[in-house]
């Protein structure tokens, strides 16, 4: 029975929580988690230990920062922002996602030798 969630290939999460934090403001990481989880209607699935994993690489580049709150449910959580570093960051990741999915199309879309 074929898989109907994908695994995130390695190295375009940093890319969406970068994106996911730009357009939602600050978020906790099970937050984030489901925000990718839900725009891509449940096609992709984030492990947990592999986004907190991220976001403390992120925090460690300086492209986002975190700070203790509140959650909704008025728990401890710490809250994840996008830096002007990681605003920058974002755009040439954005870029360089874009040249690589055009190639991969490109490649895609030739023809097969009979």
Known sequence: MP???SEILQGTLDLMVLKTLDA????HGYGIARRIEQVSEEALRVNQ????LCL?????KR???AEWGASENNRKAKYYSIT?????????EAENWQR???????LLGLATRS
């Not at 230990?49 to 907190?52: E, F, L, P, S």
């Not at 690589?100 to 490109?106: C, D, Y």
């Open 49 to 52: 230990g592999t986004i907190y």
């Open 56 to 60: 403390i690489r992120l925090v460690q």
């Open 84 to 92: 002007k570093t990681g605003r920058k960051q974002l755009v040439a």
């Open 63 to 65: 492209w986002i920062r």
């Open 100 to 106: 690589v999915s055009s190639t991969i199309g490109r």
């Open 24 to 27: 939602m403001g600050p978020m």
């Open 3 to 5: 898989e109907t969630k």
